[in-house]
């Protein structure tokens, strides 16, 4: 058994859905289901008994003490955050609460939790933090790629708290002994992302004929990895990653903004082509920055590959592909999300979401 949090997002969800695929043990899912998490995403895991959901806050002391005590997980995977940087900008609070309060709390649980396993359930015990690469800050287009030396310098609230985030997990492996592994991953992409992200964002607008918003110069460079090729990393990291060791996950993927959205719009083109024979690239428009964006992000995932033998499985031209064909294909999920109407699935599906059910 693993505990999983913030599961019913896009990454989390992703991951326990290809956890298990694999055929891996059984999952608890605790996920607060904000505004970012859908159970609809894990709508073919009803009725498998291998996944527990449990609706709640991971700053729930109590909450996360009684699951660790009733499930004994051998390993708990630590996906729940805020992590949109503009809500971040307009509302830091809750980046503050979850991300840096609720990991201190989630981690507390989990020192309780594990100081008192028998000694090789102890040794045997992984917490492992998922982060990003925006804690590393921003590089001009000369720099090199973020290694794990490079200094933190976060620039966003967002990458402030996921930063705090990371040093408390560090502290708690050196201070108390936690048995910890933090991943630090560029920008993911692909099937159940929230279309207030970039890529899903452009896919969602430009099929609803609006504009595609395209910040500043449009020259800004993300390092972009299809999201079941982090998971894989994550899979591989929890498998044999060196305790308290950092690892970051890249496809060596950098592009600027405005090229991906053109390869959105040709896509596009090509898959689902206008009825007036229009691109829908002429639907792009450039709006005012975000402010204090960083410009380039830029993962050196060697060390991974080196140590672990992870390399990403698509390649940015292959990833895109599937996952516009996968918006195209999966425009009820879409239509769910925007008009609010998966909250009522999941009350249906979840008589009372603040018990603790199995998924059947
Ligand atoms: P997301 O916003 O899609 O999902 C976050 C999930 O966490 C949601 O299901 C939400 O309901 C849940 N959640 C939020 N607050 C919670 C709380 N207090 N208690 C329990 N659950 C809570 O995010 P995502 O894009 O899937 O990112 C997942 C993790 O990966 C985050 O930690 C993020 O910082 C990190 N990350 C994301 C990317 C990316 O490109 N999306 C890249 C690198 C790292
Ligand atoms: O680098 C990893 C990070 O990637 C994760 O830690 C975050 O959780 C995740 O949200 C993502 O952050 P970004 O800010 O890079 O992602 P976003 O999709 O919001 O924006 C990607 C780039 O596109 C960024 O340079 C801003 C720009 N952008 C974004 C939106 C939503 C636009 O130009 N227009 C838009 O409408």
Known sequence: MILVTGGAGFIGANFVLDWLACGAEPVVNLDKLTYAGNLQTLASLQGDARHHFVQGDIADSALVARLLAEHRPRAVV?????????????????????????????????????????????????????????????????????????????????????AASDHLVRAWHHTYGLPVLTTNCSNNYGPYHFPEKLIPLMIVNAL??????????????????????????????????RLGETYNVGGWNEKPNIEIVKTVCALLDELRPKADGTSYSTQITYVTDRPGHDRRYAIDARKLEAELGWKPAETFDTGIRKTVAWYLANGDWVQNVQSGAYRAWVEQQYAKPEAVQASA
């Not at 020192?111 to 090789?120: E, I, K």
Request: aromatic share 12%; proline share 5%.
């Open 208 to 241: 609803a004929g609006k504009n595609l918003p395209v910040y500043g110069d449009g020259m800004q460079v993300r390092d972009w990895l299809y999201v079941k090729d982090h998971c894989s990393a994550i899979r591989r990291v929890l498998e044999a990653g």
């Open 78 to 162: 630590n996906f729940a955050a805020e992590s949109h940087v503009d809500r971040s900008i307009h509302g830091p609070e809750d980046f503050v609460q979850t991300n840096v309060l609720g990991s201190f709390r989630l981690l507390e649980a989990v020192r309780g939790y594990w100081s008192g396993l028998p000694a090789d359930e102890k040794a045997a015990f992984r917490f492992l933090h998922v982060s990003t690469d925006e804690v590393y800050g921003s590089l001009s287009a000369t720099d090199p790629a973020f290694t794990e030396d490079n200094k933190y310098e976060p620039n966003s609230p967002y990458s402030a708290s996921k």
